[in-house]
DNA sequence: TCTATATTTCCAGAATTATAGAAATAACAG
DNA sequence: CTGTTATTTCTATAATTCTGGAAATATAGA
């Protein structure tokens, strides 16, 4: 897992600091590395075809999403791994040595590990 | 910590998808609860008072900070269950059951529990 | 009250981002 | 080659956000 500079992590979050890419980020996440088709996406989400790519173009070029192409379809999946750069960028060095205020932070681990 | 909307989440986003205010923010994250005031925050960051102003709102108003008046000085502070909540949305139900992936995120609340 | 410090509010021009229609490209099946 | 499905690219308008100067507000001290 590969530290982030500033500017890329600006970059992630203005890529979900939108509620439709928001949404097509949470579907992926909770899909797996599987991935899922953009047309897919697009009809459990009820987005224009041309939207949608714009949407999952900046939510690539921000590093969250990969692709693959699959026959026709274009399948893609969250970046897990760069997910989990942007949130250790926001917790940084938390808090100045204060336990009370950390702790509750290992609930976001918690729910994440889900399995 | 409460569950987040997700126009509330985009909110927190969107104030943090730039690149001095996710600087203040994480000087606030790193800061504790004591907080910082306004006019360090400024000297710190060098940014405009009335551009710091301006940031400082917009982080308040996505509720990722906090502020009281100490005198002619306004402290700023980090909202610890705020924040916790805005990575909780983005991890939430990951990666449907598979465990090799969501163990890295552990790594997240390690990091965060500096203390 | 007068002055200095700390911060915010107001404002307008500049820059960036969002949206959707229409056309283009890619892959497959017959 | 033709038609169909899947997705992207192009393009222009609309909407939002950023920036910094100037003025306003709040507090404290002499």
Redesign the pocket.
Known sequence: MAALKIGRAVEGL?ALA?E?RLSIFRLLVRAGTDGV???EI?RKLDV???????S???LSNAGLVT?R?D????IYAADYDRMTSLLTFLVEDCCNGDAAICAPLAIVARRAACC
């Open positions: 203005s939108h439709s088709a953009a047309g697009a224009l075809p041309n939207t949608l790519s714009a999952l173009a900046v692709s192409r026959g026709r379809s274009i």
